[in-house]
């Protein structure tokens, strides 16, 4: 034990930190699923010149903010076990690891390097989530809806004699 925290209480902060984050995430992604349903099905919006542009730039600012909100929540743990003693030194500390970027000029103590170590690992696969979600409303969004007036397929000589 270094500091008063062992590798049994660094791997449950991991772990509670972890499924914390996972919570917001999917939370952050649903509200924004239905959110972003509910928009495109309005009438008044479907044909708005402006149409993309306003949901990709919406969505992209509510994925921010999920990110941002589990930075916070990391922040929080960092803080609230004493692994550093400034709240805006472990908001810092906690966007500069979960961006795998690293603190500029900021260390944490030796006992809570598995923390930060984890949280590096857990922050690029919620951005490579977001990413398949954004890719994912982004492609439906720019592509149109199937018409079936001028979708459907021509009925050919053969498709007529196979159906007579």
Not at 44 to 53: D, G, I, L, N, Q
Not at 99 to 124: K, M, W
Not at 134 to 156: K, L, S
């Amino acid at each position: 034990m270094v500091h008063g925290i062992d590798f049994a209480h660094v791997f449950l902060v991991c772990l509670a930190l972890a499924f914390l984050t996972v919570v917001i995430h999917m939370s952050g992604v649903f509200l924004l699923r239905r959110w972003i349903r509910k928009m495109l099905r309005s009438g008044s919006f479907s044909h708005h010149v402006m149409r993309e542009t306003f949901v990709v730039s919406a969505l992209v600012i509510g994925l921010c903010v999920v990110h941002l909100t589990e930075v916070l929540a990391w922040a929080c743990g960092y803080f609230g076990i004493g692994a550093l003693s400034s709240f805006d030194d472990a908001v810092y500390f906690s966007l500069t690891t979960y961006t795998t970027v690293g603190p500029d000029g900021l260390s944490i103590g030796r006992a809570y390097r598995g923390i930060a170590g984890f949280e590096s690992l857990l922050g690029p696969m919620m951005v490579a989530w977001s990413t398949a979600f954004m890719v994912q409303y982004v492609t439906r969004v720019i592509t149109p809806e199937p018409d079936p007036q001028h979708d459907a397929p021509a009925h050919g000589a053969a498709d007529r004699a196979r159906a007579g």
